[in-house]
């Protein structure tokens, strides 16, 4: 049975930069089962409801700008799945949320970032799912749960943001730079949380987190991690793969979730 997993996705320069959190996403899959398909749940589809994208190719999606020219030359050309994004409607529904379906959609910088260092021939099925930031933690910890039977069907649920997402701090002149203390407070504290299974404290986060609120001025691109420690099952089990970041307050952490 896979686990679910949370990776910070970073800049979205990552696939061009040698720093360890890419070098952590290259092994990452070899680590892992290999998936029949995969199920993206990335900070950069955010709606008002839950969609699933529903296409036979995914399109890359280039969706920044000002970075370099080799950045939009990549292209992560994964075929969807409608199999998978039926399955995922079903198993949302049954949860009692509304849910969509997005007939063209393809995949966010969010979602491809990842996907390239971990699977770089882009053959395996990937079906996007949506998250709600303004409904919070508790929203989608529920989301999550109504995806763990996935996980039993050797779907990856991957979900996409960061650990850390104040752009205003980040030193843009150093990915190596050194990370402020308020980013070790904050980060911390939320390992804490996840691997004693609190899960309470950890939907009250923005107000029980030391520097919540500069950790994360915005939901999110938090909401993810919400999404896979639900799908870890009603008392997941946490266990960090990874910490690192970059430029500074950037926290790249990783988490597996079973």
């Given at each position: 049975?896979?686990?679910?997993?949370?990776?910070?996705?970073?800049?979205p320069?990552?696939p061009?930069e040698?720093?360890?959190?890419?070098?952590f996403?290259?092994?990452?899959?070899?680590?892992l089962?290999?998936?029949?398909?995969?199920?993206?749940?990335?900070?950069?589809?955010?709606?008002?409801?839950?969609?699933?994208?529903?296409?036979?190719?995914?399109?890359?999606?280039?969706?920044?700008?000002?970075?370099?020219?080799?950045?939009?030359?990549?292209?992560y050309?994964?075929?969807?799945?409608?199999?998978?994004?039926?399955?995922?409607?079903?198993?949302?529904?049954?949860?009692?949320?509304?849910?969509?379906?997005?007939?063209?959609?393809?995949?966010?910088?969010?979602?491809?970032?990842?996907?390239?260092?971990?699977?770089?021939?882009?053959?395996?099925?990937?079906?996007?799912?949506?998250?709600?930031?303004?409904?919070?933690p508790?929203?989608?910890?529920?989301?999550?749960r109504?995806?763990?039977?996935?996980?039993?069907?050797?779907?990856?649920?991957?979900?996409t943001?960061s650990?850390?997402?104040?752009?205003?701090t980040?030193?843009?002149?150093?990915?190596?730079?050194p990370?402020?203390?308020?980013?070790q407070?904050?980060?911390?504290?939320?390992?804490?949380?996840?691997?004693?299974g609190?899960t309470?404290?950890?939907?009250?986060?923005?107000?029980?987190?030391?520097?919540?609120?500069?950790?994360?001025?915005?939901?999110?691109?938090?909401?993810?991690?919400?999404?896979?420690y639900?799908?870890?099952?009603?008392?997941?089990?946490?266990?960090?793969?990874?910490?690192?970041?970059?430029?500074?307050?950037?926290?790249?952490?990783?988490?597996?979730?079973?």
């Amino acid at each position: 049975m896979l686990p679910s997993l949370f990776v910070s996705h970073g800049a979205p320069t990552l696939p061009l930069e040698d720093c360890p959190a890419t070098d952590f996403l290259k092994s990452l899959a070899g680590t892992l089962p290999h998936p029949r398909a995969i199920l993206a749940v990335s900070a950069h589809w955010d709606t008002e409801i839950p969609n699933v994208n529903h296409v036979a190719i995914n399109e890359t999606i280039h969706d920044f700008y000002g970075f370099p020219e080799a950045l939009y030359r990549l292209q992560y050309p994964a075929p969807g799945s409608f199999a998978l994004a039926d399955r995922t409607r079903e198993l949302v529904a049954c949860a009692g949320l509304q849910v969509g379906v997005d007939g063209s959609r393809g995949l966010d910088h969010g979602a491809w970032v990842p996907l390239l260092l971990m699977y770089p021939h882009a053959d395996i099925p990937v079906v996007q799912l949506s998250v709600q930031s303004p409904l919070g933690p508790a929203h989608h910890i529920r989301l999550g749960r109504a995806l763990t039977d996935l996980r039993k069907e050797d779907v990856l649920v991957l979900a996409t943001g960061s650990f850390t997402h104040n752009l205003r701090t980040m030193n843009r002149s150093r990915i190596d730079a050194p990370e402020p203390v308020w980013s070790q407070e904050f980060s911390a504290w939320i390992h804490g949380a996840l691997v004693e299974g609190r899960t309470d404290d950890l939907v009250a986060y923005r107000r029980l987190a030391p520097h919540a609120a500069v950790a994360h001025p915005e939901d999110d691109h938090f909401m993810p991690l919400f999404v896979a420690y639900g799908a870890g099952g009603d008392a997941p089990k946490a266990t960090r793969l990874h910490q690192s970041t970059t430029y500074g307050s950037l926290r790249m952490d990783a988490y597996a979730f079973e």
